[in-house]
């Protein structure tokens, strides 16, 4: 507990903090200024109103002195509190200095009116001198030097009051060991909550560091991916281009095994563009044009019954002859084509995988269903997470990465529309794209 007396902030922040909570201090000026100008001038305001009644209160002329210095006092660490607050290259000594005048005020403000009320002998009565402690501590964050002279000014403050009264030896010994009292209620309280704020300072700021680093690291993780990547393409497109043309070379005895090489090496290339387009940190601006989204479905449907074996493949059902949306062509593209591939992954080959496109309430609505297993309860969440946990293999061993799907948001996001998802399991999923359609 008595560390918490001579408490420093760690030097690693103490230029920060100091910086960070002049201003804030100043900022409480400005406030507390305000609210006991308000105050003070409503008391005034209400004299004009009820004088003959209020003139007759004992010592009318102290509260009305301590009246208008309350607003004078107020008024200026207004105006100076507000110059302070519009000068970001104030120095920090005269920032130090309004704010340890505004304590000095304030304790000042209070004392004066326990004073007054208490006939001349402050231990009578504490509690308004109690509230300026509780002002200070809570509000402002003092340095030790600072709370020091601001602890003795409440001993001052007795001393000096003393003076002009005729009080006996054992009412100044109580107010001497009052105003010490105070004084250390003032000191405690400022050390307990000056310690607070500064250990929430240095915690924002440790977290601040880590997530910088955090950053930083995942920066490096993204060029790392992104030149390994770049250099595993190379390799792959020169064995995708040897094997198509063995493939194409004519009288060749065996073309299982060298089809078997072009398949693995087209899988590679899907997931190093999946991982390139993972990591990039900053994307293109979308190129889009205004395509006819009826007829693009058609042909994508087309290369997919062209280049797929099973029974039952695609059927496109729309109940209207032309939908025009602004999309750019190449990446809707991929994104149809990986929902259609995931519908077959986790489908048997004897059902079909339906499109659907149809305008609903001023937006154009692509779904893609299976009659699969369908997805689970505790998986939805995860689906479209980078990397997500929630991919699974395939009814034929397929493997996944877990990026298409989230590509394929984030395509969708691009095009400023949406992708969901429906599914239950055993019973299939249907993923649906919603986008706006192109301006009439």
């Not at 002009?164 to 030896?169: D, E, G, I, Q, V």
């Not at 990397?387 to 400023?416: P, V, W, Y």
Request: with cysteine; glycine share 4%; aromatic share 10%.
């Amino acid at each position: 507990m008595f560390h918490l007396y001579k408490y420093k902030t760690p030097d690693k922040y103490s230029v920060d903090f100091k910086e960070t909570y002049s201003y804030i201090n100043i900022r409480h000026i400005k406030v507390l200024s305000t609210v006991l100008l308000c105050i003070a001038s409503a008391i005034r305001l209400a004299s004009f109103f009820f004088y003959e009644d209020i003139i007759t209160i004992p010592r009318y002329a102290e509260y009305s002195l301590s009246n208008i210095i309350q607003i004078s006092g107020s008024f200026l660490f207004l105006m100076l509190s507000s110059l302070a607050l519009k000068n970001p290259k104030l120095s920090a000594f005269k920032k130090n200095a309004l704010i340890l005048l505004f304590t000095l005020f304030l304790l000042s403000v209070c004392y004066s009116v326990s004073y007054i009320f208490s006939t001349h002998n402050t231990k009578n009565n504490l509690s308004v001198v109690l509230i300026g402690i509780v002002m200070i501590s809570i509000f402002f964050a003092l340095e030790l030097i600072y709370i020091t002279i601001t602890a003795l000014f409440i001993v001052f403050l007795f001393a000096i009051t003393i003076s002009f009264t005729s009080l006996n030896t054992q009412q100044i010994f109580l107010n001497i060991s009052t105003s010490g009292i105070l004084a250390f209620v003032l000191f405690t309280c400022s050390r307990y909550g000056y310690y607070f704020k500064s250990q929430h300072f240095i915690q924002l700021k440790e977290l601040e560091e880590r997530n910088e680093e955090i950053q930083n690291l995942n920066h490096q993780k993204g060029e790392i991916l992104g030149f390994v990547a770049h250099d595993l393409r190379n390799p792959l497109n020169n064995i995708e281009a040897l094997s198509t043309l063995i493939l194409t070379e004519e009288g060749h005895p065996d073309t299982t095994e060298v089809q078997l090489i072009l398949n693995s090496a087209q899988h590679a290339k899907h997931i190093i563009n999946d991982l390139i387009e993972v990591v990039q940190e900053k994307k293109a601006a979308l190129k889009v044009q205004e395509v006819e989204l009826i007829g693009f479905l058609k042909g994508i449907q087309n290369t997919w019954l062209t280049n797929t074996d099973r029974t039952r493949i695609i059927n496109l059902n729309t109940d209207q002859n032309s939908i025009s949306v602004n999309i750019n062509p190449s990446k809707f593209t991929r994104v149809i084509d990986n929902l259609i591939g995931n519908a077959i992954k986790f489908s048997p080959s004897n059902t079909p995988v339906n499109i659907e496109a149809h305008t609903k309430q001023g937006k154009v609505e692509i779904r893609i269903s299976d009659f699969g297993i369908g997805i689970p309860e505790s998986l939805k969440f995860l689906l479209f997470d980078q990397f997500s946990k929630a991919g699974r293999t395939g009814l034929n061993g397929e493997k996944s990465m877990g990026l298409g799907l989230h590509i394929s948001k984030d395509i969708i996001e691009q095009h400023l529309g949406n992708l969901t998802v429906e599914s239950e399991e055993n019973k299939g999923t249907t993923f649906i794209i919603s986008i706006l359609p192109a301006a009439i």
